[in-house]
């Protein structure tokens, strides 16, 4: 969504109808704005102090300054190392698929298909789905008797099938499966609405031309579509780490921890032991790893991007 | 030719294949949520489980307003989910129409903040969020709930609002005031008559997503009697067997039917919305 923003942005006023200064307007701005500042950047910057604190849940005595002391902690829990790879493992394992996954199906509803209407409106579902809803949806598919994926399993001969979501082994993938499955939509359209945007002149000048598919995905399609790819697996990212509800209902973390995500993580250890301090510095440390992820991921897509040109 | 022909041929039914595994891959656990449903408990425990249930039944539905407290978790919802699209929509739309028409410093940190939000873990914006509305009784209250729905949605409404203020001709709001309009008069009678679908649209949307919220709603409300349908939902859970899955699949589809129902009213405008913006860029 934000992506949207972010390149309608770049393409400047119109003349004529564009925007134009005036300082007359403040009073429209601030209905939105007040609630921005109470409810998001005051708590922001507020949670962002509470990291150097030992704040927790119904203690009496006052709130100290702390320093460091919860990153020094927190570098010497193993088990909040075990959640931050798991949490790697699952952002990377849900977005990389998820592209390639919805890049296809993109360019599918892009082709002169019967049926893509239908398609397009069935696509939506997992879109308009609660989270809660999907894990539940995904506990029945697995489970071990009633699931289907089980049922069919057996009835193509291999094997008993097993308890995923319950497996040490197994747990992480299948969750991993579902993040993919619900975020297909979203990544989805995006890509479609780029590769609208692709001209279509410049296909049939390379089909003229004698490029063969791949060879015009390559030269006319991808570098239309490169920035909206780009923002949308970054955004994906980032989302994808910090999420909560779907892994929350499906295993709450477990088998042994084997799916616990940084936010269950510190879900529990705020609201279970009422270690908000300790919560804090789990948060900042997750937005710092993802902001120097980012910036490499970025940085070095920009840089191949000047290349090719 | 005709082999090239013959190629084409394939490609077709190759795309067509892919689709069909796409929808499969998308509806499959969908369907089997719906078959689950309209099962009877005998056939949920049977070792060869169904498609299509030989006995539907309604007696899950019933089963689990039984169990869990479905209408009021349902209402809760509502008034939650209400409240903050009437609100979202309310005080976003002066700023989109600022973001659109005019460039301030101001509207453009907002945006920009809201923005940059997006991607910090809830986490570190919900601690601080309880401790706050715990200091103005707000914590376990659907006031307060409601409230941080709205700001949540913000960034959203103010995305699909900009694009309709823009697909406004200013020049409109520009013979209005030649006419001798003022500027609210200009407003009130030109520009938000036309921007009424994209505001009920966006509305639409930010009640979709606070319907469906889960982290806010698990965090800040704690009496039973005031939760919402998704924290409900997962009193449901926990080490069921098969014939208490009847009832969580009836519960948890009863859940999704007005989001999908919402959602298939809006899609054409989502869509096409993101469409515009991109092709805009």
Same mark, same amino acid.
């Given at each position: 969504?934000? =992506?949207? /923003?972010?390149?309608?942005?770049?393409?400047?006023?119109?003349?004529?109808?564009?925007?134009?200064?005036?300082?007359?307007?403040?009073?429209?701005?601030?209905?939105? $704005?007040?609630?921005?500042?109470?409810?998001?950047?005051?708590?922001?910057?507020?949670?962002?102090?509470?990291?150097?604190?030992?704040?927790?849940?119904?203690?009496?005595?006052?709130?100290?300054?702390?320093?460091? %002391?919860?990153?020094?902690? $927190?570098?010497?829990?193993?088990?909040?190392?075990?959640?931050?790879?798991?949490?790697?493992?699952?952002?990377?394992?849900?977005?990389?698929?998820?592209?390639?996954? #919805?890049?296809?199906?993109?360019?599918?509803?892009?082709?002169?298909?019967?049926?893509?209407?239908?398609?397009?409106?069935?696509?939506?579902?997992?879109?308009?789905?609660?989270?809660?809803?999907?894990?539940?949806?995904?506990?029945?598919?697995?489970?071990?008797?009633?699931?289907?994926?089980?049922?069919?399993?057996?009835?193509?001969?291999?094997?008993?099938?097993?308890?995923? %979501?319950?497996?040490?082994?197994?747990?992480?993938? !299948?969750?991993?499966?579902?993040?993919?499955?619900?975020?297909?939509?979203?990544?989805?359209?995006? $890509?479609?609405?780029?590769?609208?945007?692709?001209?279509?002149?410049?296909?049939?000048?390379?089909?003229?031309?004698?490029?063969?598919?791949?060879?015009?995905?390559?030269?006319? +399609?991808?570098?239309?579509?490169?920035?909206?790819?780009?923002?949308?697996?970054?955004?994906?990212?980032?989302?994808?780490?910090?999420?909560? !509800?779907?892994?929350?209902?499906?295993?709450?973390?477990?088998?042994?921890?084997?799916?616990?995500?940084?936010?269950?993580?510190?879900?529990?250890?705020?609201?279970?032991?009422?270690?908000?301090?300790?919560?804090?510095?789990?948060?900042?440390?997750?937005?710092?790893?993802?902001? &120097?992820?980012?910036?490499?991921?970025?940085?070095?897509?920009?840089?191949?991007?000047?290349?090719?040109? | 030719?005709?082999?090239?022909?013959?190629?084409?041929?394939?490609?077709? /039914?190759?795309?067509? *294949?892919?689709?069909?595994?796409?929808?499969?891959?998308?509806?499959?656990?969908?369907?089997?949520?719906?078959?689950?449903?309209?099962?009877?408990?005998?056939?949920?425990?049977? &070792?060869?489980?169904?498609?299509?249930?030989?006995?539907? /039944?309604?007696?899950?539905?019933?089963?689990?307003?039984?169990?869990?407290?479905?209408?009021?978790? #349902?209402?809760? @919802?509502?008034?939650?989910?209400?409240?903050?699209?009437?609100?979202?929509?309310?005080?976003?739309?002066?700023?989109?129409?600022?973001?659109?028409?005019?460039?301030?410093?101001? !509207?453009?940190?907002?945006?920009?903040?809201?923005?940059?939000?997006?991607?910090?873990? =809830?986490?570190?914006?919900?601690?601080?969020?309880?401790? *706050?509305?715990?200091?103005?009784?707000?914590?376990?209250?659907?006031?307060?709930?409601?409230?941080?729905?709205?700001?949540?949605?913000?960034?959203?409404?103010?995305?699909?609002? +900009?694009?309709?203020?823009?697909?406004?001709?200013?020049?409109?709001?520009?013979?209005?005031?030649?006419?001798?309009?003022?500027?609210?008069?200009?407003?009130?009678?030109? +520009?938000?008559?036309?921007?009424?679908?994209? &505001?009920?649209?966006?509305?639409?949307? #930010?009640? &979709?997503? !606070?319907?469906?919220?889960?982290?806010?709603?698990?965090?800040?409300?704690?009496?039973?009697?005031?939760? +919402?349908?998704?924290?409900?939902?997962?009193?449901?859970?926990?080490?069921?067997?098969? #014939?208490? %899955?009847?009832?969580?699949?009836?519960?948890? =589809?009863?859940?999704?039917?007005? @989001?999908?129902? =919402?959602?298939?009213?809006?899609?054409?405008?989502?869509?096409?919305?993101?469409?515009?913006?991109?092709?805009?860029?």
């Amino acid at each position: 969504m934000t =992506l949207m /923003t972010a390149a309608k942005r770049s393409s400047g006023p119109r003349a004529g109808a564009g925007p134009r200064r005036d300082h007359g307007v403040w009073f429209l701005v601030l209905p939105a $704005l007040i609630p921005i500042l109470v409810l998001s950047v005051g708590p922001l910057l507020y949670g962002v102090a509470l990291a150097f604190t030992d704040a927790q849940s119904g203690r009496t005595e006052p709130t100290q300054w702390v320093g460091l %002391l919860n990153f020094a902690d $927190l570098f010497r829990d193993t088990l909040f190392w075990d959640s931050f790879r798991i949490g790697l493992v699952w952002a990377l394992g849900v977005t990389v698929p998820q592209f390639f996954l #919805a890049l296809g199906l993109a360019l599918l509803l892009n082709e002169k298909l019967r049926l893509r209407w239908l398609a397009r409106a069935l696509a939506i579902v997992p879109w308009a789905m609660p989270e809660v809803v999907v894990g539940i949806m995904w506990r029945l598919v697995y489970h071990p008797d009633a699931g289907v994926l089980n049922e069919t399993l057996r009835s193509f001969g291999l094997g008993e099938g097993r308890d995923w %979501l319950s497996g040490l082994a197994t747990a992480l993938p !299948a969750v991993i499966v579902v993040g993919i499955w619900s975020g297909l939509p979203q990544t989805t359209m995006p $890509l479609l609405a780029g590769l609208q945007n692709v001209p279509r002149e410049l296909h049939e000048a390379a089909a003229m031309d004698g490029a063969g598919a791949w060879r015009r995905f390559r030269t006319v +399609t991808w570098p239309a579509l490169r920035p909206v790819a780009l923002a949308i697996s970054a955004l994906n990212f980032i989302w994808n780490f910090n999420s909560f !509800a779907l892994v929350f209902v499906l295993t709450d973390g477990g088998p042994g921890g084997r799916t616990r995500l940084p936010m269950l993580f510190a879900y529990e250890e705020a609201f279970r032991y009422g270690q908000f301090g300790y919560a804090a510095a789990m948060g900042l440390a997750m937005v710092a790893v993802v902001a &120097i992820l980012l910036a490499v991921y970025l940085a070095g897509r920009l840089r191949t991007g000047e290349d090719d040109r | 030719m005709t082999a090239r022909r013959r190629r084409t041929a394939a490609t077709r /039914t190759a795309q067509y *294949l892919a689709l069909l595994c796409y929808l499969l891959f998308l509806l499959v656990p969908f369907l089997w949520l719906v078959s689950t449903a309209f099962k009877p408990p005998r056939e949920l425990g049977s &070792i060869d489980p169904t498609w299509v249930p030989h006995d539907p /039944t309604l007696a899950n539905f019933r089963a689990a307003f039984d169990e869990q407290p479905l209408l009021g978790a #349902a209402a809760n @919802s509502l008034l939650a989910a209400a409240g903050a699209a009437l609100l979202a929509v309310v005080v976003a739309t002066p700023m989109a129409y600022v973001l659109a028409r005019f460039r301030t410093r101001l !509207a453009r940190a907002a945006t920009g903040w809201v923005v940059v939000s997006q991607a910090f873990p =809830l986490v570190l914006v919900i601690i601080p969020l309880f401790l *706050l509305l715990k200091a103005l009784h707000l914590v376990d209250s659907l006031g307060g709930l409601t409230l941080v729905y709205v700001v949540w949605s913000l960034p959203f409404a103010l995305w699909m609002l +900009t694009g309709y203020v823009r697909a406004v001709p200013a020049e409109l709001e520009e013979a209005a005031a030649v006419d001798g309009a003022g500027r609210v008069r200009t407003l009130v009678s030109v +520009t938000a008559p036309l921007l009424v679908p994209g &505001i009920v649209a966006t509305g639409l949307f #930010a009640f &979709i997503t !606070a319907w469906n919220e889960f982290f806010f709603a698990l965090v800040l409300l704690k009496s039973p009697e005031k939760q +919402t349908m998704p924290v409900v939902l997962t009193h449901f859970l926990g080490a069921e067997g098969a #014939a208490d %899955l009847g009832p969580l699949a009836a519960a948890a =589809l009863l859940a999704t039917v007005p @989001s999908l129902l =919402l959602f298939a009213v809006i899609q054409r405008r989502i869509t096409g919305g993101m469409l515009a913006g991109a092709v805009k860029s």
